[in-house]
Each structure stands twice: as C-alpha cells, then as structure tokens.
C-alpha cells in the first residue's frame, strides 16, 4: 500500500520526534530565562523579556522560520568571514531547533512566570527567615512546587510544539511530512501518505498525553482537588 | 626601500596566485523535484540527469563532490550563503539571475512548453488563455515569463513550490494548463502513465521577441558565486570534456533519445 | 536592506492582507458558531452524544494544521472519484476544487475542534451554585443552558479564545502551502523574485504583528465589557 516509503516515513517520524525534543530543551532553557527575566527588577530587563513574548506571539511559526533560515545564513556568514572563523552551516535542522526553542520559549516564560507566581510568598518568607540563601529557596521551596503549577500549561505547549515541527518540512527538512510530501507526488497518492502522517502523529500526541497526565497526578501528591 | 616595496609586490602577487585554486572538494546542491532530470528515491538520495551529469564532472575534475538537497525557493541565496558550492539543478542561464550568480556553459536547452489535456482548445497566446488557471513553479523561467507577459492580460498565474505539485493539480483538474520546461514536462510527466491523456498545445516557446528570448534563456547551466571563477573554468573546461569523450551521450541516452544539447 | 523591493510590491501585500483578514475571520466565525451545540454535546454524560465529539476533537487537535490541509487539497484532489465528481460538474464536490474552499474548511475544522474543548471545559467550570439556583428555580434543561449556563461559560472563555483566534491567525500562513496568495504567499514570491528573504519577510511580520495587536485590542474590549465583574480579583497586586 505505501509502495515501500513505510520505513522511509517512520525513519522521518524520529527524526520528528528529534526535533521536537531538541526544540523543547533550547525551549525550556529559554522560558526558565524569560520568566527570570520578567520578574527581575531590572526595568531593561523586563522591557527585554516582554519584547521577546510580544514579537514571538505576534508573528507566524512559519514567517520567523523562512526568516531564520533563509535570512539567517546571511548573517551567520557575514559574522563568520568578519571575524574570520570558518563556515557554520544552518542547516534545516538547526535552523528548525533554533526557531521552534525561540517560539516557544517565550510560551514557556509565560507559563513558568504564572508558575512562579503561585507559589505562595509566604513559604519563600518562612524559608528566608530559617537563614536559607536564595538560591536553596529556590531548589527546595520555589522550583519544586512551581513545577506542579506549570505542568498543566508545559504539557499543552509541548503538543503545540509536537505538531507545529510539521511546518519545518517547508523549509525542506526531511522530517514526516515532507517524506509524505514527496511520497505522495512520486506515487500521485498523497492521500494515503497524509493518513499515514496523521495516524503516526495521533500516536505521538496520544502517548504525550497519557504521559503528562501521569506526571501531573504525581506532583499533585498531598494536593486536594474540589469534587466536580 | 627598494627591497621593501620588492617584498611588498612579490608577497601580494602570491596572494593572488594562492586565491586561484584548484577545487579538489565541491559541494554540489540540486532540488530532487525535477524528474527526469533530478529526483529523490524512495531511499532518500538524489538522483537523475541533474545528477549524472554532476558526478561525470567531478569524475572529469579528480575532484571529491558531495550532494546537498535544497528546496527550489532557497537556492540561489544559499549558494551565495556558501551552503554549498555550485548548483546543478537545471537552473536556465537568464540575464536576472546573472546578477546574482555566474554560470558555466549551458549543459543542455530547453524551450517552454505548454501542457494541457489532450484536444484542448487552448493555445499558449494571451487571448486563449485570457481567465484560465495557469500552473508554473515558483521562480522559475516559466514563472518568470507567465509574470511577466501573460498575468498582466489576465492569465491567472498560480505558482506552486515544487513542480510536482502542479502535475497533480493539472490531474485533478485544478488547472487548465501548465507552462514549464518542455523537456522535464515531456521526461517528468507525459511520458509517465498519469501523463498520458495530455499533450502539448501549440509549438514550444523559444521567444518570440528579444525580451522574451531574455526571459526564457539560453539553456541550462551550472551556478557557482561570482567570486569563484577558478570553480567555473574548471567545470567549463570539464564538460568540454565530457562532451567530446561521449561521456555526455551516454548519460543522455539513459533518459532522453532526442539531443537535448541544442544550438 | 532594500526597502524599493517592499515599497514597489505594496500592492501585493495589501490584497495578500486582506486573504488573511477575510479568511481567518470566516474560520472563526463558522468555528465558533459551530463549537457552542458541539460544546453541549461534548459536555453530556452520554456516550453516543459526546463520543463522536471527542472523536472529532482527538483527531483534529492531536494532529498538525498543515497535514490536514494538505491531506483536504492534494489528498482529497487526487482521489479518482472526487475527480469524475469535478468532471461531472457536481456543485458541491466543485467547491474542494478551489483552495480557498480547502484552507477555510481545514482552519474551520481545526478551530471549531479547539474552541469546542475551550468552551466545553468553561462549562464544566461554571460554579456548580448557578447551576444549581437554575434547577431550583424550575428551569428546564434548555433555558438552563440557554440563559444561564451558556452565558457564563462563554464569558469565562473569552480569556482562553482569544488565544485561540491569535493562534489561527498565526496559523493561517500555512495556507501558502497549497498556492493561495496569503500575506505570507506574497512575502514568498517577493522573496523568490528579488532573492532578499529579511525585507520580504519582515515586512510580512510586522503587518501580522499590527494585527495581533488589533486582536488583542479587541479582546480587551470584549473582556472589560463581558467579564468586569471578574475584574477585582485580577487587578490585585502579586505579593512582592
């Protein structure tokens, strides 16, 4: 039925499934930077921070990611032959990582700045009254119940992320859909290509879901939830 | 001071000799949506005439040739931007894209050509086409011309990213007619089954004025950055080779059995 | 940064605007009309109602946007019956013909499944008290929902919709994957045209950012006048 592109096509949900991961780790690294950033006291630094989620929510995942590649190597290369150190190749991979990480790190600043702030100030008084630096209220009072709070909104933007990486196939990564892309065109049967993609992303998404609601059953350990 | 300016003149005149090199590792880009002449298989490598031809070069050259796969929108920046060394993907030798790129000698011409279904009235002039849908791929000659002379006369002109798409549309009946090269239309689609209920319409295109003549181009040729002239010499002198040595022939013959060289 | 390739191809980033406005407009509004009974549904207690909706809503919120365009248009295009059915002349198979037909339908599916989940949990939310009031004052099931529960869910949603109308609009580029002239289709042949990818595209960005402002602006307004009496517990200050 699939006219020997099935292993082709799963072989492109890894690299998929590469992708999205790698993208959640620049992700994470940046909005955990975001959200310091809009509760810093420095004004600049909120003006930054505030500037980077406006830009990102206001211009479409596929504009930024033409821009970043087709534009970005330009730049890359006009830094490189300035300071003379060699050729970096921005590859679609890269390319797609740095955009999506960029994307949804400021999705993640906001869901980890409301995190931050439900955490009741009053345990970070108590733990800064016993004599703990801020960094130790940070790691044993701040982060680990901030994490309960920013699963439910990390667990939505990770399957927005998990699906929005399909658009990467645009700028020519050989991910699953431009496999079923060009599946499809060589075989004038792209239907089946496409259900074939579907399935293997409902699969993904399914399993993402399953998952997160085990991780937020465990956090929420100790918590009560009101009787619906 | 005579000594210094000596110094001087013979360390800059080596500087000079040292930027004409002798390429022995190239990077070589083509699409893989262009069959015959570039494709990519079910085991994901390039393949086709496009490709052939490449190798034969770098055969020609003693040279070590990598392939990279880039999408057709992309390929004349990422050239520039050093993703990769020369182009081999059936790029037309057209008087805008010399202002970007440099070309070597054309490896092969190709007219346009106007597809539709076979006993279609339509013939490739504005006032036949007047209201249809015309299909092209984006940023290529025929895009070009189709802007350029038919789209002002009300043709509507619909461009998609890879040629393929637009085979599949003119299947399905989206389209009325599709303008593309006369070659990879005959190669890639109507003498492939799904192709078999269309023809050409009319004679193909070589230009019928000066200006379209400009458009359309003088045949097909490797792109290498402006800056790079030792890399065109050294594919120039390469397919000069190749062509005498029958080299070329064979390669043709594997897809086409007419000459595709032209004039 | 050459700004004559934007200024000279002006009128085509408005008439590529205006697509965007108008397509993305209709989405939403055939979404969201269709989303409020498909929310009733999915709020139900019996499975031959809500299974079919939750179907729906796994299907089109578990898989990318851009597939189930492409798999509406070249998916759909290619099947030899649908085809015999354009050469028929069939008036309703005609309309997946055309592209714009395709992209509303997709974005239209995929927003209605969205909004459907949004204002079917606001509904679980709603404080079981009105609920309540409504059953004891002896209202029926549909003046129930008609005046108490479907006002208050909508007006909690507004927060959670508007995020979903900003990300249509976002997601409405992709609509340039199936040959319609969107903004983004415009800044792609302005950019294959005259090869200088930062003034096509950041053109295009900064006109989708006016709009994501415009809609913001407009969310605003629809929140102060739909959701004051919300307002006090927000506007207090985080403890410092």
């Known amino acids: 039925m699939f006219q020997g592109y099935f292993l082709t096509i799963l072989g492109g949900a890894a690299l998929t499934l590469q992708l999205a991961l790698l993208s959640l780790l620049f992700a994470l690294v940046a909005g955990l930077a975001g959200a310091s950033a809009k509760l810093s006291r420095s004004a600049p630094l909120r003006w930054l921070a505030t500037a980077y989620t406006t830009v990102v929510r206001g211009v479409p995942d596929l504009v930024m990611m033409l821009l970043v590649f087709y534009g970005g190597q330009m730049l890359v290369n006009h830094v490189t032959e300035y300071l003379d150190v060699g050729y970096f190749d921005l590859n679609p991979m890269v390319a797609g990582v740095l955009t999506i990480g960029f994307i949804f790190g400021a999705y993640f600043a906001e869901t980890f700045r409301g995190a931050f702030l439900a955490v009741p100030s009053g345990q970070l008084e108590a733990g800064a009254a016993y004599g703990m630096t801020r960094w130790q209220v940070f790691t044993r009072i701040l982060f680990p119940q901030m994490l309960r709070h920013a699963l439910p909104g990390l667990g939505n933007n990770w399957l927005v992320l998990l699906k929005s990486t399909a658009i990467v196939s645009m700028i020519g990564l050989s991910d699953m859909t431009w496999l079923a892309d060009q599946a499809g065109r060589t075989t004038r049967q792209p239907f089946v290509f496409y259900l074939l993609v579907c399935a293997l992303y409902l699969v993904m998404t399914t399993a993402s879901s399953w998952l997160l609601g085990r991780l937020e059953r465990r956090y929420s350990v100790g918590v009560r939830h009101a009787e619906l | ?263 | 940064m050459d700004l004559s390739v934007v200024t000279g191809s002006l009128d085509q980033y408005l008439s590529g605007l205006w697509l965007t406005v108008h397509l993305v407009t209709l989405s939403c509004a055939i979404g969201l009309a269709a989303a409020i009974p498909l929310a009733v549904a999915r709020v139900s207690r019996k499975p031959l109602v809500y299974a079919p909706v939750a179907a729906y809503t796994w299907f089109f919120r578990g898989t990318p946007m851009l597939v189930q365009l492409l798999l509406i248009y070249y998916g759909l295009g290619q099947l030899a019956w649908m085809q015999g059915q354009w050469e028929a002349g069939n008036p309703f198979w005609r309309l997946f013909r055309e592209p714009y037909f395709c992209a509303l339908l997709a974005f239209g599916l995929n927003t209605c499944a969205y909004t459907t989940e949004i204002v079917a949990g606001s509904m679980r939310n709603v404080p079981h008290g009105e609920i309540e009031a409504a059953r004891a004052v002896g209202m029926s099931r549909f003046v129930m929902l008609r005046r108490i529960l479907l006002p208050s869910a909508l007006r909690r949603a507004i927060p959670a919709y508007s995020n979903e109308v900003i990300l249509m609009l976002q997601g409405s580029s992709i609509a340039s994957a199936i040959t319609l002239v969107d903004l983004t289709g415009v800044a792609r042949n302005v950019y294959s045209t005259h090869f200088a990818p930062f003034e096509a595209f950041v053109f295009a960005g900064l006109i989708y950012m006016a709009l994501t402002f415009a809609l913001v602006g407009l969310f605003q307004l629809a929140e102060r006048r739909w959701l004051a009496h919300l307002r006090t517990q927000e506007t207090a200050k985080p403890a410092h």
């Open chain 2, 1 to 263: 001071m005579k000594k210094l300016a000596a110094a001087v003149i013979a360390l800059s005149l080596l500087s000079l000799g040292a930027h004409a090199k002798e390429w022995t590792e190239i990077r070589l880009a083509s699409e893989g949506a262009y069959p015959p002449f570039n494709t990519i298989g079910a085991d994901g490598a390039l393949g086709g005439f496009d490709i052939d031809i490449g190798n034969a070069l770098c055969a020609e050259m003693k040279a070590k040739c990598t392939w990279v796969k880039q999408e057709w929108d992309g390929m004349i920046p990422a050239l520039n931007a050093r993703k990769f060394d020369a182009i081999i993907a059936s790029m037309s030798i057209t008087e805008e894209r010399l202002k970007q790129v440099a070309f070597s000698d054309k490896y092969y011409a190709t007219p346009l050509g106007l597809v539709a279904k076979k006993g279609s009235p339509l013939t490739p002039t504005t006032e036949a086409l007047k209201g249809k849908r015309v299909g092209v791929q984006r940023g290529t000659v025929a895009d070009n011309f189709a802007t350029k002379f038919w789209a002002p006369k009300g043709v509507d002109v619909v461009r998609y990213a890879k040629q393929d798409e637009s085979y599949l549309d003119l299947t399905a009946g989206r389209l009325d007619a599709i303008l593309a090269d006369a070659l990879e239309a005959d190669g890639g689609f109507l003498a492939k089954p799904e192709g078999a209920g269309y023809a050409f319409l009319g004679s193909r295109m070589f230009g019928a004025t000066p200006e379209e003549r400009a458009v359309i181009g003088e045949g097909v040729g490797v792109a290498v950055r402006k800056k790079d002239a030792d890399l065109k010499d050294q594919l120039n002198k390469a397919l000069a080779a190749i062509r005498a040595n029958g080299t070329y022939d064979t390669l043709r013959k594997k897809y086409f059995d007419y000459d595709i060289y032209g004039q």
